[in-house]
Antibody, heavy 125, light 110 residues
Framework: QDELVESGGGVVQPGRSLRLSCAAS????????MHWVRQAPGSGLEWVAF????????QYSDAVKGRFTISRDTAKNTLYLQMNSLTLEDTAVYFC??????????????????WGQGALVTVSS | QSVLTQPPSVSGAPGQRVAISCTGG?????????VHWYQHFPGTAPKLLIY???NRPSGVPDRFSASRSGTSASLAITGLQAEDETDYYC???????????FGGGTKLTV
């Protein structure tokens, strides 16, 4: 049974930093790519960052590029999101999500097959 | 402004059928990027509902189905039930943005 548990959320002042963690269990963490997705209050889901299964490739949304860093520690089965230079617009619930590799009809698909419950980050002075 | 456009809300009576559209462009759905659909009850973890062309993960009832044409995709829900009332999101990959994109979300009222 897949399980993803986020931690590290809280209240932080603008310009400061925060690191989120996502503890994974129930699957072979090193076999799967992972994502961070966020949801600001009253808004929809917004993709934030991606990291490949082996950590060799990262991608970021334009909104966080240059400020956020996604990483993973296979030995600890943990995904991280280091958030620097936080702004009010970064206030959101942050979800980690596992990217699956699903085979159907002769094709592979890569949806976000399992999500954590989310961690609330509030940026406020 | 989301890259993928969904109606903010749809509604239907119990037992009826509703469809939720997801309109993209030539750099995402129109480019052949896969479209996935998620169901999200506020305050909980989003759940994968449909992946790829029209594939349901184990446990998702066949009342849920999806289709795509050109630069758009659609989620259909038949035999509406009160428990279906929540938010639904489409998701794809955008080659211009080099990243994953979500629709703005649609609130279904039953």
């Amino acid at each position: 049974q897949d399980e993803l548990v986020e931690s590290g959320g809280g209240v932080v002042q603008p310009g400061r930093s925060l690191r989120l963690s996502c503890a994974a269990s129930g699957f072979t963490f090193s076999d799967f790519a992972m994502h961070w997705v966020r949801q600001a209050p009253g808004s929809g889901l917004e993709w934030v960052a991606f990291i490949s299964y082996d950590g060799s490739r990262q991608q970021y949304s334009d909104a966080v590029k240059g400020r956020f860093t996604i990483s993973r520690d296979t030995a600890k089965n943990t995904l991280y999101l280091q958030m620097n230079s936080l702004t009010l617009e970064d206030t959101a619930v942050y979800f980690c999500a596992k990217e699956g590799k699903e085979w159907s009809g002769g094709n592979y698909y890569y949806p976000l097959t399992y999500w954590g419950q989310g961690a609330l980050v509030t940026v406020s002075s | 402004q989301s890259v993928l456009t969904q109606p903010p809300s749809v509604s239907g009576a119990p037992g009826q059928r509703v469809a939720i559209s997801c309109t993209g462009g030539s750099s995402n759905i129109g480019a052949g990027s896969d479209v996935h659909w998620y169901q999200h009850f506020p305050g909980t973890a989003p759940k994968l509902l449909i992946y790829g062309n029209n594939n349901r993960p184990s446990g998702v009832p066949d009342r849920f189905s999806a289709s795509r044409s050109g630069t758009s995709a659609s989620l259909a829900i038949t035999g509406l039930q009160a428990e279906d009332e929540t938010d639904y999101y489409c998701q794809s990959y955008d080659s211009d943005l080099n990243g994953w994109v979500f629709g703005g979300g649609t609130k279904l009222t039953v």
